[in-house]
């Protein structure tokens, strides 16, 4: 099936096909040191993942009328609010160091532009690149929907140069007691570690993924659950943290269980880096294989 590039008013899916995993954020354009772009952001790689485990994929994002259909989004319903410009990063890389900066940044997504047949989705993603995302999308969403949010895009400020820096998530108290997951990384954390303790106390979970070190489950009055990573062979860690979360949260609304969805998440991730590129993204018959050799 074709992916639709399609204002959310004329966007049609018959309700049988709505997906049952949902992603919202900003697809972007990331530039390469050659000059080439290739695809980024959560939307990507999360759907991409998710597709590959075996779920119905709808994106909600928002960019401009010239961005292509990317072969990778096979078989991914997307709707994309129209905007003049499409969210695009440069990242400089200098002694191991990476310097972000935004050089575009697309309309924002709003609650009211979810598609009615999407608010019953069992998962939502909610992965925001700029703050892009509505604080009101919480409210959107059916009670039974696992609600995950990934809060790399509320945790960052650009200069007039739109050099990238880290802010307080000032957000976070209000959207956190309506998400069921909290999922981000050390380094989204950034200078603001002193923070968690209190996402913690306001999210029912909160996974901090650790890069090749696996993640850490917490949860408030428990004490914190480390989760060792897979042995691997890293290749490319782009999008890492994304794939993570979409194998997370298929097997935590599978089971209930944060042990498994967490090795199951690892697993993912693991072999997710293995390799270059969106589209080498693992099925569950790989991830079920890592999983069993340990």
């Not at 650009?158 to 309506?178: Q, T």
Request: hydrophobic share 40%; proline share 7%; glycine share 8%.
């Amino acid at each position: 099936m074709k992916n639709s590039l399609l204002h959310p008013s004329s966007f049609r899916l018959h309700p049988s096909l709505s997906p049952d995993f949902v992603v919202i954020g900003h697809l972007t354009r990331d530039e390469q040191a050659d000059g080439s772009f290739t695809l980024g952001g959560a939307a990507t790689f999360a759907s991409i993942t998710a597709r590959e485990l075996g779920y119905r994929v709808g994106i909600l994002t928002s960019a401009a009328a010239d961005y292509p259909e990317p072969q990778l989004l096979h078989d991914i319903e997307i709707v994309r609010i129209p905007s003049p410009t499409t969210t695009t990063f440069r990242n400089l890389y200098h002694d191991n160091t990476r310097t972000q900066y935004v050089r575009d940044i697309a309309a924002p997504i709003r609650a009211t532009d979810v598609p009615a047949g999407w608010r019953d989705a069992k998962i939502v993603l909610l992965g925001p690149l700029a703050g892009e995302i509505d604080g009101a999308m919480m409210n959107v969403f059916s009670p039974n929907t696992t609600l995950a949010v990934s809060p790399q895009g509320w945790m960052r400020k650009w200069d007039a140069m739109g050099r990238v820096k880290p802010r307080a998530w000032s957000e976070a108290v209000d959207i956190l007691p309506r998400a069921s997951v909290l999922i981000q990384s050390d380094e989204d954390l950034g200078p603001f570690a002193e923070r968690l303790s209190s996402y913690v106390a306001l999210a029912p979970v909160v996974i901090m993924t650790l890069g090749v070190n696996g993640c850490t489950i917490y949860q408030k009055s428990k004490r914190p659950l480390e989760v060792p990573a897979f042995p691997t062979k890293v290749v490319d860690l782009t999008g890492a943290g994304d794939s993570f979360a979409a194998g997370f949260l298929i097997r935590y609304y599978e089971t209930g269980d944060l042990l498994q969805a967490a090795r199951f998440g690892n697993a993912t991730a693991s072999l997710a880096i293995e390799s270059a590129g969106a589209e080498t993204m693992p099925t569950r018959a790989q991830v079920e294989a890592r999983l069993k050799r340990g």
